[in-house]
């Protein structure tokens, strides 16, 4: 990708006070944090109708917490990258950003993120898988590794859950409002992922629709490249990290706010 590319997308989030950013997978790919369908995917181990949905659980929860237990240990030992630390960066300097994920590793919240919209849950939270009326809708628990398996929730004692949205699953109301307030943005754009899975693919298409320039950045092209304004082929650690310096340098050249971090 020649650096001249970028130039459409630094004058833009130069003047830009509204932006939103959605992320897939491949953000934490440089974490260390394995992809679903890349080549050596999590999932090309696993029958994903084995161990993502309510149904799986119910057959047998323990091979389900065996997995997710694993999956929070293999984080515990991963730290955000320059891709997170950027993202977070622009968190605090845009009067109105958010960061949209599917991602469920808690890295963006790790590198300081702030309005981040967990749009699949995180795998740091838990719920009732009963429901019972005396816990919360979910509740926190980092910890790794956890002294019983499976976990049980601290009201009923009960079996608790991962507190992610499996597949059928529908997406939190709350969530999906958050998220189509966010898409009135001036700069839209999708970092690291495969957009196959919706709704979460279509959301660009509804900030496109409402005036945003959109965005994609992925090594990879996408089935969605095309419906893109502008599309930065590369890794997201190396494209954020290259349009953070250009706009600090645009910054300070013509003193705008963006050299002044607001
Ligand atoms: P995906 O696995 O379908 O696609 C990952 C995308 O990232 C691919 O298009 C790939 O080309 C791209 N990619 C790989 N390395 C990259 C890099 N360094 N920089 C930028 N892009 C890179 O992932 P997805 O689209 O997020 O899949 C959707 C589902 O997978 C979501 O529901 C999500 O919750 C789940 N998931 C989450 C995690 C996580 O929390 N880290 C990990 C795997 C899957
Ligand atoms: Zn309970």
Same mark, same amino acid.
């Given at each position: 990708m020649?650096?001249?590319?970028?130039?459409?997308?630094?004058?833009?989030?130069?003047?830009?006070?509204?932006?939103?950013?959605?992320?897939?997978?491949?953000?934490?790919?440089?974490?260390?944090v394995p992809t679903f369908r890349?080549?050596?995917?999590?999932?090309?181990?696993?029958?994903?109708?084995?161990?993502?949905?309510?149904?799986?659980?119910?057959r047998d929860p323990q091979l389900v917490w065996k997995w997710y237990a694993w999956r929070r240990e293999l984080l515990a030992a991963c730290r955000p990258n320059r891709a997170h630390e950027v993202l977070a960066e622009w968190s605090r300097r845009y009067p109105k950003f958010t960061l949209i994920t599917q991602n469920v590793d808690g890295l963006h919240?790790?590198? &300081? =993120?702030?309005? @981040? %919209?967990?749009f699949h849950g995180s795998?740091?939270?838990?719920?009732?898988w009963n429901g019972c009326p005396d816990s919360p809708p979910s509740w926190r628990d980092e910890r790794v590794p956890f002294p019983e398996l499976p976990p049980r929730c601290p009201h009923c004692g009960g079996l608790a859950r991962p507190g992610v949205v499996w597949f059928?699953?529908?997406?939190?109301?709350?969530?999906?409002?958050?998220?189509?307030?966010?898409l009135d943005c001036?700069?839209?754009?999708?970092? &690291? =992922?495969?957009? @196959? %899975?919706?709704?979460a693919a279509g959301l660009v298409d509804e900030a496109r629709r409402r005036g945003a320039f959109t965005v994609e950045i992925n090594p990879e092209r996408t089935e969605a490249t095309d419906r893109f304004d502008l599309s930065l082929q590369g890794r997201a650690e190396d494209v954020l990290d290259r349009l953070d310096a250009r706009l600090r340098?645009?910054?300070?050249?013509?003193?705008?706010?963006?050299?002044?971090s607001q």
């Open positions: 020649a650096s001249e590319g970028l130039t459409p997308l630094v004058r833009r989030l130069a003047e830009a006070k509204r932006v939103t950013v959605i992320t897939g997978a491949g953000v934490s790919a440089a974490s260390g890349g080549a050596d995917g999590l999932w090309s181990n696993f029958r994903v109708e084995d161990l993502a949905t309510a149904a799986a659980f119910a919240e790790r590198a &300081g =993120t702030e309005n @981040v %919209v967990r795998l740091w939270d838990l719920q009732c059928g699953e529908a997406i939190d109301p709350a969530v999906l409002a958050a998220s189509l307030a966010a001036e700069v839209c754009i999708v970092v &690291g =992922t495969s957009a @196959v %899975v919706y709704p340098s645009e910054g300070s050249s013509s003193g705008n706010r963006l050299s002044s």
